[in-house]
């Protein structure tokens, strides 16, 4: 099975700041990457899929890169919303397996 | 609109079983892969279970193999996920996902809200 493994696994972050979030995969998995995001006692959606589209509805400070095993899901300029715990996901191959997430929470 | 509700879901003693529903609406049920995600207290996301769309192809997280079965029934929009000999490790909030593939990838969009399975003397 592919591992996923993001970084890191929280961060303190201001309003207005530039957030980077990191997934490697344990193989290559081209770009079956997939972004989504949680918000406490609420279900997973999805915000970014094949490592780099945005999700309809997801707004555009979020962006994803990456190829291969490395990815990146940034946000541009954080808003107050945002304060969620982020998940990777790779679709390479079954079974689909997800990052252990990255909880970003207010400075 | 899109919509999953999951039902089901309660405290049972561990050897136990369970039996959990999730009806669709809002799109053709039977034209989707369908998931079981589960979500551990405090922890991350894990994948139970997928099935495809007449049933033909159903796959299983190692965990659950020969405990859980996975079933659909397209004329009622409904998903299943019938849960036998549960364990304490199997506590957790049982999330109903669709399957969407779409630019040559596939992901999990959208959930529903999920039901609590607690398994517990």
């Known amino acids: 099975d592919i591992q996923m493994t993001q970084s890191p696994s929280s961060l303190s972050a201001s309003v207005g700041d530039r957030v980077t979030i990191t997934c490697r995969a344990s193989?290559?998995?081209?770009?079956?990457l997939n972004w989504y995001q949680q918000k406490p006692g609420k279900a997973p959606k999805l915000l970014i899929y094949?490592?780099?589209t945005l999700q309809s509805g997801v707004p555009s400070r979020f962006s994803g890169s990456g190829s291969g095993t490395d990815f990146t899901l940034t946000i541009s300029s954080l808003q107050p919303e945002d304060f969620a715990t982020y998940y990777c996901?790779?679709?390479?191959?079954?079974?689909?397996?997800f990052g252990g997430g990255t909880k970003v929470e207010i400075k | 609109e899109v919509q999953l509700v999951e039902s089901g879901g309660g405290l049972v003693q561990p050897g136990g079983s369970l039996r959990l529903s999730c009806a669709a609406s809002?799109?053709?049920?039977?034209?989707?892969?369908m998931s079981w995600v589960r979500q551990a207290p405090g922890k991350g996301l894990e994948w139970v279970a997928s099935?495809?769309?007449?049933?033909?192809?159903?796959y299983y997280v190692d965990s659950v193999k020969g405990r859980f079965t996975i079933s659909r029934d397209n004329a009622k929009n409904s998903l299943f996920l019938q849960m036998n000999s549960l364990r304490a490790e199997d506590t957790a909030l049982y999330y109903c996902?669709?399957?969407?593939?779409?630019?040559?990838?596939?992901?999990?969009?959208?959930w529903g809200q999920g039901t609590l399975v607690t398994v517990s003397s």
């Open positions: 996901q790779e679709s390479y191959s079954p079974p689909p397996t």
């Open positions: 193989q290559s998995i081209s770009n079956y």
């Open positions: 094949a490592a780099s």
């Open positions: 809002g799109f053709t049920f039977s034209s989707y892969w």
């Open positions: 099935i495809k769309q007449d049933g033909s192809e159903i």
């Open positions: 996902a669709r399957i969407y593939y779409g630019s040559g990838v596939s992901r999990f969009d959208p």
